[in-house]
C-alpha cells in the first residue's frame, strides 16, 4: 500500500481549508500573519473554487491563485491544492443539464448545493480531467505545493446516479464483473448475472444485457442482489473519476502525493467501500465530525481514527478536517468545552494522524456553513477558540518526533463495507437488528477496556492478532470463512456476534445450515432465527447461576463441539444455548446469538480477553486512552484524559513529556480533560501494522 507524506512538509500538518476567495484581497496578509502566529503548517486551497479558475468554458484565471500560493510560499505555508471537481460551475450544467444526478424515484437534482454530480456522465469527465489537467500544468513546480487533494468527500451527498447514461455503465460493468469469452471471442455475461442475482425468483429473468436497468423506483422490493452490485458499481464509478484525476497529476507532478479526504467514520458516510479506496491514494486522508446524539463522542472519534488507520494499512494517516468547535448541519450543533479541541486532536494524532487540520481557517460570513467553527472565528483573535487554536499550533509543533512512527494495535474488528450494504437491503428479519450499531458497541466493549483496535478485512492475515472481534459481518465469502479458521486453530481468539455469515458475495445464502462458513470454527449450527419483538427481553442464565440480558434477537444455536457457556432462561429459545465457546488447534471461537447491551459485551469481551491472554487494565479509569506510537525516531506514550478528574499512570519506563518538558519516572499525572505524551526511553514490544484487505472479486 503506497506510503507518503506532504512534500517539504518537516514538521507535523497543522491548519485548515483556506478559501481566500470569500473575501476581499486586503484581508490575505492578515490572514497569513495569524496563520504564523498560530504556527499554521499546511493550508488546503481551491478545493471549491472551478467556477473563478474557469469562468467560462475554456476561459482561466489563475492570476488570484497564482498570489495566493506565492503569499503562502514566502510566510513558509505548505499547501495542500485542490482539484476543484466537486463543484463544477453553473455553465456547465447549463450546458449540460444530463450531468445533475437523478435520484432512484427518477428526480432529477438542481444546481445550487455541492456534490451533485452523475459520475457517468462523460462531458463531466472531460470537463474534470481539463481543469485537473490546467491546474497540473501551472502549479507542478510551485515551491508551495505540499499535496494534491482531489475532489472533496466522494460519495456525500450523492453517491449513486440512476440516469440513462448510468445504466449504460451499469451494463458495461456487468460485462467487466461477469463476463467470459467463449471461443469465438464474444463476451457472455448474462448467464452469470441471472445466476448470480437468483432472477428465477419472481420470473425477473433477463434475456440481455440491454434489458437490464438501475435499481430504480419499483412497486415493492426489488432484487437485492441487483441492489448490492448497483451499490458496488456507484462507489467504483466514483473511484474510476478519482483515479483518472490521479493519474493526471502523478503523470504531470511527479513526486507530488494525491489524496482525497475520507469519511471513514460509519455515522458519516456509507456508501464507499475504503478498503478500495485506500490502495489508491498515495496518503490516506479522512475527516471527522463529532455527532452530537448525546453519546460519549469521544469514542466514536477513537473509532474513525482507528478505522482510518486501518484503511491506510497501519501507515500514518492525514486528519485534514474537523471542527474547532460546534458545526452547523446537525439538529443540534453544541460548542465543544475548553480543552476539547486539543483532545479531540490530539486523540486523532495518538492514533495515527500526522497532524490536525480543520474546516476551515476564517469562518464564512455568507453560504450554508456561516455558523461552522473554525480556527479564526467570527469573535476574532480576542476569543477562546482562537485562543486554544494557537495552544493547539504550540501543542502539535512540541510532537513533530512522532512522524512516521505507526500505532500500536492490541486488538482487531472485523469489517467489511459490502456486508454492511447487503445487510441494509430491505426485508431482513428484523429492521432492529443494525450492522453499525453492533460495531459501534463492541468498539466501545473494547475501547473500554483500554484496547487500541486495528480493523481489518475479513480475509487479511490476523495472525498478528491475539483477539479477533466480528460485530457484524452478515455477508461473507468461503475464504473469509477458511480465514479466521486459519486464524483460531493457530492459537487466536475469535468473538462473532449474531447474523454472521449468512450469505455470499450475491447476497445468496450459503448452502447448508446458518451459518455458512463459520460453522466450522465456531463448532455450531443455527436452525432458525428468532427475532425479538419492539422492547421484548431475553434472560440468559450463566452456569455460576448468573444472569444476563438481551433483546432484539434471538436464535435455536445447535452445538456441534462448541460448548454451551450461557443458556436462554426464556423466550421461544429458552433451553437453548445463547454463548458458545469453541476450542479449535490452539484457539477458541466464541459466539453470541443475541444483543447484549454492555454489561453483557463487557463480560464477553473479557472472556475472550482472557483466552487471549490480554491482561486487564485495571489501573485505567473510564474515559482514559492509552495509545502508543512507536518507529525509528522512539516510542511515544499518549494519555488522552477524557474524564473529569486528574488520573495517574502507571509508566514501565522513564521518558521525556515533550507538552510539559518534564521528565516523568514510574508514574504520570494528567490533569482533568488534558493530554500528555511521553517519548518513553526504552521501546515495547513489537507493535502490530494492519495488512492490507485482498483484492478479491465482487469485494472491491
Known amino acids: 500500500m503506497p506510503e507518503s507524506t506532504p512534500n517539504g512538509l518537516a514538521r507535523l500538518a497543522f491548519g485548515g481549508d483556506y478559501n481566500p476567495e470569500q473575501w476581499p484581497e486586503s484581508v490575505w496578509p492578515e490572514d497569513v500573519r495569524l496563520m504564523r502566529e498560530a504556527g499554521v503548517t499546511m493550508v488546503s486551497v481551491g478545493i471549491f473554487s472551478w467556477a473563478l479558475l474557469e469562468p467560462s468554458p475554456g476561459t482561466y484565471d489563475f492570476g488570484w491563485l497564482d498570489r495566493v500560493l506565492d503569499l503562502l510560499h514566502e510566510n513558509g505555508i505548505r499547501v495542500d491544492l485542490g482539484t476543484p471537481t466537486v463543484a463544477p460551475p453553473a455553465w456547465f450544467y447549463r450546458a449540460h443539464p444530463e450531468a445533475l444526478p437523478v435520484a432512484a424515484d427518477g428526480t ?14 462523460p462531458h463531466y469527465r472531460a470537463a474534470a480531467a481539463n481543469i485537473t489537467e490546467r491546474l497540473a500544468q501551472r502549479y507542478a513546480a510551485h515551491p508551495a505545493l505540499a499535496l494534491w487533494h482531489v475532489h472533496n468527500e466522494y460519495g456525500v451527498p450523492v453517491s449513486a446516479c440512476y440516469c440513462d447514461h448510468c445504466a449504460a455503465h451499469f451494463r458495461r460493468w456487468l460485462t467487466e464483473a461477469y463476463g467470459t469469452a467463449g471461443p469465438d471471442g464474444t463476451v457472455n455475461a448474462i ?36 441492489a448490492l452490485d448497483y451499490k458496488r458499481f456507484a462507489d467504483a464509478t466514483m473511484r474510476e473519476n478519482f483515479v483518472a484525476e490521479r493519474d493526471i497529476l502523478h503523470r504531470l507532478a511527479p513526486g507530488i502525493p494525491v489524496t482525497t479526504n475520507f469519511m471513514t467514520a460509519l455515522s458519516q458516510c456509507d456508501s464507499v467501500d475504503y478498503w478500495a479506496w485506500g490502495r489508491e491514494v498515495d496518503l490516506v486522508s479522512n475527516d471527522h465530525y463529532l455527532i452530537t446524539d448525546g453519546r460519549r463522542t469521544h469514542v466514536n472519534l477513537a473509532m474513525a481514527a482507528d478505522l ?8 500514518p494517516w492525514l486528519l485534514l478536517e474537523h471542527s474547532t468547535s460546534g458545526v452547523n448541519w446537525q439538529t443540534r450543533n453544541p460548542a465543544k468545552a475548553p480543552g476539547q479541541m486539543a483532545r479531540n486532536s490530539l486523540a486523532h494524532v495518538a492514533r495515527g494522524s500526522e497532524g490536525a487540520m480543520f474546516f476551515q481557517w476564517r469562518q464564512s460570513r455568507r453560504g450554508a456553513e456561516k455558523f461552522h467553527s473554525s480556527m479564526l472565528p467570527h469573535a476574532g483573535t480576542d476569543s477562546r477558540v482562537w485562543r486554544e487554536v494557537v495552544e493547539l499550533g504550540a501543542a502539535v509543533d512540541a510532537l513533530s518526533a512522532v512522524r512516521g512512527t505507526r500505532t500500536v494495535a492490541d486488538a482487531a474488528v472485523l469489517w467489511d463495507w459490502h456486508s454492511w450494504w447487503a445487510q441494509n ?56 470463512g477458511r480465514n479466521l479458521q486459519r486464524y483460531v486453530e493457530g492459537g487466536g481468539t475469535l468473538v462473532v456476534s449474531y447474523f454472521s455469515g449468512i450469505v455470499d458475495e450475491h447476497d445468496a445464502v450459503h448452502d447448508g445450515p446458518y451459518p455458512g462458513p463459520l460453522r466450522d470454527v465456531l463448532g455450531l449450527t443455527v436452525e432458525e432465527f428468532s427475532p425479538l419483538l419492539a422492547g421484548d427481553v431475553v434472560r440468559l442464565t450463566g452456569p455460576d447461576g ?25 423466550g421461544l429459545a429458552a433451553g437453548h444455548p445463547a454463548v458458545t465457546r469453541h476450542r479449535l488447534g490452539a484457539g477458541s471461537a466464541w459466539y453470541v446469538s443475541t444483543r447484549l447491551g454492555a454489561a453483557g459485551l463487557d463480560a464477553l469481551i473479557g472472556w475472550a480477553a482472557d483466552d487471549a491472554r490480554i491482561a486487564p487494565r485495571a489501573d485505567l479509569p473510564r474515559d482514559v486512552e492509552v495509545v502508543r506510537r512507536a518507529g525509528e525516531s522512539g516510542v511515544f506514550l499518549f494519555v488522552v484524559n477524557h474524564s473529569g478528574a486528574e488520573v495517574k499512570v502507571s509508566l514501565d519506563a522513564h521518558g521525556a513529556e515533550l507538552l510539559t518538558g518534564e521528565r516523568v519516572a514510574g508514574r504520570l499525572a494528567v490533569p482533568a480533560g488534558a493530554v500528555r505524551v511521553v517519548r518513553l526511553d526504552d521501546r515495547p514490544t513489537p507493535l502490530i501494522s494492519p495488512p492490507p484487505p485482498p483484492c478479491v472479486d465482487g469485494n472491491g
Do not use: K
Not at 440481455?208 to 442482489?225: K, S
Not at 482510518?308 to 501507515?315: D, E, F, L, N, Q
Open 108 to 121: 432529477r437534482y438542481e444546481f445550487g448545493s455541492r456534490g451533485a454530480i452523475c459520475h457517468s456522465n
Open 191 to 226: 448467464d452469470a448475472v441471472n445466476e448470480a442475482w437468483g432472477t428465477a425468483f419472481w420470473g425477473q429473468r433477463y434475456a440481455d444485457l440491454d434489458q437490464i436497468n438501475p435499481p430504480r423506483l419499483a412497486p415493492t422490493v426489488g432484487n437485492p442482489g441487483q
Open 308 to 315: 482510518t488507520r486501518s484503511v491506510a494499512g497501519g501507515a
Open 425 to 480: 437491503l430491505a426485508w431482513r428479519p428484523s429492521e432492529d437488528h443494525d450492522p453499525r450499531e453492533r460495531a459501534d458497541a463492541f468498539y466501545e466493549a473494547l475501547y473500554d477496556r483500554h484496547l487500541t483496535v486495528d480493523f481489518a478485512h475479513p480475509e487479511a492475515d490476523l495472525s498478528a492478532y491475539p483477539l479477533v472481534a466480528v460485530p457484524a459481518l452478515y455477508l461473507m465469502t468461503e475464504a473469509a
Open 546 to 570: 448468573s444472569e444476563l440480558a438481551g433483546d432484539v434477537w434471538s436464535e435455536f444455536v445447535v452445538p456441534r463441539g462448541a460448548e454451551t457457556v450461557w443458556t436462554y432462561a426464556d
